[in-house]
């Protein structure tokens, strides 16, 4: 650190390679290059982006305090440190400085109820289990990150998941979730991939307590033993995922990292989903990018999809400046800046429309209770119809 900002050195065989590591602003060539700005805590966006947030801060912090350490007293690269191997995508931080992981259960309840205590104040009994399991979560709702093979059992085997297991992200209810959110997610992705969306495998888990628990396998762990390296949309471009920003920046950074149309449309199929399925929860941590061996990058899967009413009822994402109530005229004006075919556009909307208005079997199919599916059904025919005008 220099002057409050990192400073990076890419290491020369990276250099020969080439590998666009950070996607887009730091090229892999000699010498130093210090963070742009102070923000992301002065760390380059693309490292910035292994910081656990939200959850995966606070049970970090919750585990330190157990040892006796103050979270607040670390520097960014002491907390980069602390997640080691354990983050998400390919990245890995030498040396490793988190203590070995002491996995006390590995019940499903007793992890959720254990994330409801931690998320209420208290309940220090399954913190540790459940800060070692979070790896480099982000986002407020409380996961585990956990082998699970066909039949559905659960494991964990430090970072790589146990022998006939793959790896999954298991995720837990929030104090301000619907009570069955794991079925309503679920609906959701089967929605997203009738819409023509494309999503990792998910399902859901049984509880002995509810509903159940969503899980989706994890698409930067393809195979055992393999890593993918991702970097989100926020990390690319060093946008805070905590401020407001737009599609047109999503799509404007899709074509420039990954030069691929069909991306470009992916990524467009992907705002007409979360405007009209009132996923407002859409900000520039919930995009992401994917990069092979060679380094090629590709638009990530979606992941997050869920029914959300947004901060204040908009979306973190605005669409030629409309963050609360776009229409169709905002999709389409948006499809023009991108050079993309009007007859196109349209097609994309009519395919995402059919899929959001079976809505009723999704969340039958999944188990959505009756409640959750009228408060979801009424939204979605509101902004259906605001869409239109």
């Not at 979560?137 to 059992?153: F, I, M, N, T």
């Not at 901060?311 to 948006?334: F, K, Q, W």
């Not at 999944?366 to 599916?373: D, H, K, T, Y």
Request: aromatic share 6%; hydrophobic share 40%; charged share 20%.
């Amino acid at each position: 650190m220099s002057g409050g900002r990192a400073q990076l050195e890419w290491s020369p065989q990276l250099i020969a390679a080439p590998l666009p590591v950070s996607a887009l602003l730091y090229p892999p060539e000699p010498g130093l290059h210090p963070a742009r700005s102070p923000g992301f805590e002065g760390l380059h966006g693309f490292l910035a982006d292994s910081l656990p947030e939200g959850w995966g801060y606070l049970v970090m912090r919750r585990r330190l305090a157990r040892l006796g350490v103050s979270i607040e007293s670390l520097s960014p690269l002491d907390r980069l440190a602390l997640v080691g191997d354990h983050g998400r995508g390919a990245l890995a931080y030498r040396p490793a400085t988190a203590p070995p992981p002491e996995v006390e259960s590995l019940d499903l309840d007793a992890l959720a109820a254990g994330s409801v205590a931690i998320l209420a104040g208290h309940g220090d009994d399954l913190a540790d289990t459940l800060a070692a399991l979070a790896g480099g979560s982000g986002g407020a709702r409380p996961k585990v990150h956990v082998g699970v093979d066909p039949e559905g059992r659960v494991s964990v085997s430090g970072d790589e998941a146990a022998p006939g297991h793959e790896a999954w992200i298991v995720k837990f209810p929030s104090t301000r979730d619907l009570p069955d959110i794991g079925p309503v997610e679920a609906a959701y992705a089967a929605m997203a991939v009738a819409a023509g969306l494309e999503m990792a495998p998910c399902r859901l888990l049984p509880s002995r307590n509810g509903p159940g628990y969503f899980a989706t396998r994890r698409f930067d762990r393809p195979q055992p033993g393999q890593r993918l390296h991702m970097v989100s949309l926020s990390g690319a471009v060093e946008a805070p995922w905590t401020s407001p920003a737009s599609y047109d920046l999503f799509l404007r950074a899709t074509l420039a990292i990954t030069r691929h149309a069909g991306d470009l449309d992916a990524a467009f199929r992907r705002m007409v989903f979360n405007v009209l399925a009132c996923n407002r929860d859409d900000h520039t941590r919930q995009h992401s990018y994917l990069m092979d061996a060679s380094g090629e990058w590709r638009l990530a899967p979606a992941y997050d999809l869920t029914y959300s009413t947004g901060p204040g009822g908009e979306h973190y994402l605005d669409i030629g400046g409309e963050g609360r109530s776009p229409t169709r005229e905002h999709v389409r004006a948006l499809g023009r800046l991108h050079s993309l075919p009007g007859r196109g556009v349209d097609a994309i909307i009519d395919e995402v429309r059919a899929a959001v208005a079976d809505w009723p079997r999704f969340a039958g199919d999944a188990g959505v209770s009756r409640a959750s599916q009228a408060e979801v059904l009424s939204s979605l025919r509101s902004v259906d119809a605001t869409f239109l005008s």
